[in-house]
């Protein structure tokens, strides 16, 4: 079956302006995740859904930083004026349901450049 | 705090050698789990293996084998005879039972010389 999708594959925006970032998760995938991945940071968590629950935000960078899931499947993580440190590889990853029982499955990741 | 340590950042080896990468956690829950993901040159984060606390037993699965050790709190990672193919970016990765979200080691880089 299809994988985690995610678009734009990469990104090159202007430093100032508001990026939209893409996520469609496995069908019958009830948690989504966000991380991102940057040679400094390494691999960091920053937003997670589970089906109609509040989101968990707690690893959410800035408040230029947000994400909504829509019906419960796609998502969409908006940076607002974006800053060079924000360049990132932007990772998404949904499971059957929340939590360790159930593992994480990863999409390709959208490269973000900010010149 | 929850906190993964992977203090191999690289290691080389030639193809059919045996490798052992290493992963130490911590965490104040009783109730964890511990996974390894593969991040091959493609970039994608492919899933390896998940393991919950209470499952201490080694687990093999073809050239693979994972040690878990609550005593020491580590989680290490064995590829045998290994091939070319494995060369990734191999990362380990902690969840709390109250938290979801997967708290990562920074990686080890895995390069198989032929």
């Known amino acids: 079956g299809a994988g985690v999708s995610q678009s734009p594959s990469n990104k090159v925006t202007e430093k100032g302006k508001d990026v939209e970032l893409r996520c469609d998760p496995i069908?019958?995938?009830?948690?989504l995740y966000w991380y991102r991945q940057s040679l400094g940071q390494g691999l960091e968590f920053l937003i997670y859904f589970q089906g109609n629950s509040a989101p968990d935000k707690s690893g959410l960078p800035s408040d230029r930083f947000s994400a909504e899931r829509t019906g419960g499947s796609v998502s969409t993580l908006t940076i607002q004026r974006t800053q060079q440190e924000d360049s990132a590889v932007y990772l998404c990853a949904s499971s059957f349901l929340a939590g360790g029982d159930y593992e994480q499955y990863f999409g390709p990741g959208t490269r973000l450049t900010v010149t | 705090a929850q906190k993964v340590t992977q203090a191999q950042t690289e290691i080389s080896v030639v193809e059919k050698e045996d490798v052992t990468l290493d992963c130490v956690y911590e965490?104040?829950?009783?109730?964890?789990?511990l996974f390894w993901y593969k991040q091959p040159p493609s970039g994608e984060l492919v899933f390896l293996i998940r393991r919950n606390s209470f499952d201490e037993q080694n687990e093999i699965s073809g050239r693979y084998s994972w040690n878990f050790q609550k005593s020491t709190s580590s989680f290490n990672f064995t590829i045998t005879a290994s091939q070319v193919v494995d060369s990734a970016v191999y990362f380990c990765?902690?969840?709390?039972?109250?938290?979801?979200?997967?708290?990562f080691g920074t990686g080890t880089r895995l390069q198989v010389f032929p």
């Open positions: 990765a902690l969840s709390e039972d109250n938290t979801d979200k997967l708290i």
């Open positions: 965490t104040r829950d009783t109730t964890y789990y």
């Open positions: 069908s019958g995938h009830t948690a």
